[in-house]
Nanobody, 118 residues
Framework: VQLQASGGGLVQAGGSLRLSCVAS????????MAWFRQASGKVREFIAH????????DYRNSVKGRFTISKDNAKNTVYLQMDSLKPDDTAIYYC????????????WGQGTLVTVSS
């Protein structure tokens, strides 16, 4: 599976961005898709995931109520709508895929930079 993330950019605090992640290849074996982020000098952290078939979601506490993960199976695309952005949300955002019978996220996109100015 190949993942291509896009949609990052520079936004002022309180603004919004929508990230997209297009999957290609063996997408029929995808179990769930997720977004992670890594700020400069910090460890990578989980943001949200969505199950590819059922659509169940989960979020990091700090983004609940502000971020929404969704998917369009017909387009093999997962989205992350980010509202009420804060400077602390500044990071490189990565999408990832976990496969059926997989234990971890086996496939990663290249990352897209989100910068939130105060």
């Amino acid at each position: 599976v190949q993942l291509q993330a896009s949609g990052g950019g520079l936004v002022q605090a309180g603004g919004s961005l929508r990230l997209s992640c297009v999957a290609s290849g063996s997408t029929s074996r995808v179990d769930k898709m997720a977004w992670f982020r890594q700020a400069s000098g910090k460890v990578r952290e989980f943001i949200a995931h969505i199950y590819w078939r059922g659509g169940g979601t989960d979020y990091r506490n700090s983004v609940k109520g502000r971020f929404t993960i969704s998917k369009d199976n017909a387009k093999n695309t997962v989205y992350l709508q980010m509202d009420s952005l804060k400077p602390d949300d500044t990071a490189i955002y990565y999408c990832a895929a976990r496969m059926l019978n997989g234990g971890n996220y086996d496939y990663w996109g290249q990352g897209t930079l989100v910068t939130v100015s105060s």
